[in-house]
């Protein structure tokens, strides 16, 4: 079940009436409810998979209780190591199992060995695993750091904490201090609040089907046949993957957020704009949020942070960046972009700019950005766009190759669309959404947030009459992050 799906509406339809209306007086009612909702929504997929979800629920659910009861710091420690060991290898078995074989195997080979992948197994990844797992296991660590005054006692709470539907497939990934807090405390109906998730879920779904949908079918064209396409044609590839990705990414963060609003839950932001930061250190601060900052609050921090010595603070960079690479997928391709980040934000780091734009957006008190921040966007941008070459090629080998195709046959040719489509109005569309973005830069929570009753009026029609122009039942209308 997909969140731009009939289905999909019709079943939040049917949640929300119950959860305001048969359960609204009661809280556990309403959390056993979310509970319900939450399985059956990732069952829809495959059944199978709901096992593991709970028992990673119960491993950490107990492992809490263990962390929280002994105050002796090797004992809490084994504990956490509990968490740890469990999540990670179970992420560890399901994603990259014969990523490792595959990688042994050509090691071997390289020096002279053959061997065959024998051990090589049909492993189906269980959708969301990278998402949930992270969420259980910041809940241990949160009770070991003593972020957290004391575990839940409430299993059925704990449990909806980690299945919570909207954000249980792909995030935001969220913190047992803001979510769970909220599930183990009883809600209130707001119409403000319920209006305000209905415009973020219209946003959501018109940045996943006009953006993202809609540049899909020419994204996938131009990096299947990179070898036949001069670099005008690759370098508009890689750009328009930049668009899909976050139209894709930060449309499923919207329609979460919003649809966790409708049941008097707010989940934290996961992206703010990231198309606009002046450097690579602000693009993190913006892209995929949660993630960046389970990175900076788990690993980055304990292996000293920014606290320790310069050097050691780069080696510490490095290794939040490749394992943040790795994260995405079992492919060295995804390693590769997260050593070009590491990178990219190293020199930033170094000279003491990786803080700098931190509480601004570009254009701050101006209705024009300066031609320093334009230059500063644009070359951030292009830094993080020549990075997804890396993220959306098959193999390492497609990747070096998609390269030398952009600096070995620098031609200019005009692109057509593969299904006969005008290439014109892809691009007025773009630049048009690029402007609209600007203008609401300062608050990633308020797409519609216009004075002006006609203004907003006028918006919502375009964005629905576009919907309804760019939806195309023949594309595959799944999000790239359900394969993390």
């Given at each position: ?77 084994m504990w956490l190591w509990v968490s740890v060991l469990f999540n990670v290898g179970l992420l560890g078995f399901f994603k990259y199992f014969n990523f490792f074989v595959d990688s042994w195997v050509d090691m071997f080979s390289m020096l002279g060995y053959e061997m065959k992948s024998t051990w090589t197994l049909r492993v189906i990844l269980p959708v969301g695993i990278s998402f949930y797992t992270f969420q259980t296991m910041s809940y241990s660590f949160d009770l070991y750091y003593k972020k957290l005054e004391q575990p839940t006692k409430d299993f059925l709470s704990f449990a909806a904490f980690v299945s919570f539907f909207p954000q249980l497939v792909a995030g935001p990934i969220e913190r047992a201090s803001n979510l769970l807090s909220q599930i183990t405390n009883k809600r209130e109906f707001s119409y403000n609040q319920s209006v305000s998730g209905l415009k973020l879920i219209l946003w ?281």
């Amino acid at each position: 079940m997909v969140f731009n799906s009939l289905e999909f509406f019709l079943f939040l339809s049917i949640v929300f009436t119950l959860y305001w209306s048969v359960f609204k007086k009661n809280l556990k009612a309403q959390n056993l409810l979310l509970l319900f909702a939450s399985y059956l929504f990732y069952g829809w997929w495959d059944w199978r998979f709901l096992s593991l979800i709970l028992l990673s629920t119960t491993v950490d659910y107990f492992v809490g209780l263990k962390i929280f009861a002994n105050e002796k710091k090797s004992t809490r420690k084994m504990w956490l190591w509990v968490s740890v060991l469990f999540n990670v290898g179970l992420l560890g078995f399901f994603k990259y199992f014969n990523f490792f074989v595959d990688s042994w195997v050509d090691m071997f080979s390289m020096l002279g060995y053959e061997m065959k992948s024998t051990w090589t197994l049909r492993v189906i990844l269980p959708v969301g695993i990278s998402f949930y797992t992270f969420q259980t296991m910041s809940y241990s660590f949160d009770l070991y750091y003593k972020k957290l005054e004391q575990p839940t006692k409430d299993f059925l709470s704990f449990a909806a904490f980690v299945s919570f539907f909207p954000q249980l497939v792909a995030g935001p990934i969220e913190r047992a201090s803001n979510l769970l807090s909220q599930i183990t405390n009883k809600r209130e109906f707001s119409y403000n609040q319920s209006v305000s998730g209905l415009k973020l879920i219209l946003w959501g779904l018109f940045k996943k089907v006009v953006i993202a949908d809609s540049l899909g079918p020419i994204v996938d064209d131009i990096f299947a046949n990179y070898s036949t396409y001069p670099a005008s044609t690759l370098i508009l590839g890689v750009t328009l993957f930049s668009f899909q990705v976050y139209g894709d990414f930060s449309g499923y963060s919207d329609i979460a957020i919003g649809t966790a609003k409708l049941f008097g839950i707010e989940l934290m932001s996961n992206f703010k704009f990231p198309n606009f930061s002046r450097n690579v250190a602000e693009y993190w601060q913006r892209w995929h949020v949660s993630l960046s900052t389970w990175f900076r609050h788990y690993v980055y921090i304990p292996l000293g942070g920014s606290r320790v010595s310069k050097l050691k603070s780069v080696r510490n960079i490095i290794i939040i960046f490749l394992v943040s690479g790795f994260w995405h997928g079992a492919n060295w391709t995804f390693v590769f972009w997260g050593a070009f980040h590491a990178l990219a934000f190293i020199p930033v780091f170094l000279m003491g700019r990786n803080t700098i734009y931190k509480n601004s957006v570009v254009g701050e008190n101006t209705i024009f950005p300066s031609l320093k921040e334009i230059g500063q966007v644009v070359l951030t941008f292009g830094i993080v766009t020549f990075s997804r070459i890396f993220f959306r090629s098959e193999s390492i080998t497609d990747a070096f190759a998609f390269i030398r195709g952009i600096t070995n046959n620098f031609t200019y040719e005009v692109y057509h669309h593969p299904m006969g489509y005008r290439m014109i109005d892809y691009y007025i569309l773009l630049a048009l959404f690029v402007l609209y973005e600007y203008i609401i830069r300062k608050d990633e929570r308020s797409p519609f947030k216009f004075k002006s009753k006609m203004v907003r009026f006028i918006i919502y029609t375009l964005v629905i009459l576009l919907m309804l122009l760019f939806y195309d039942d023949n594309v595959d209308r799944s999000f790239i992050y359900f394969q993390f």
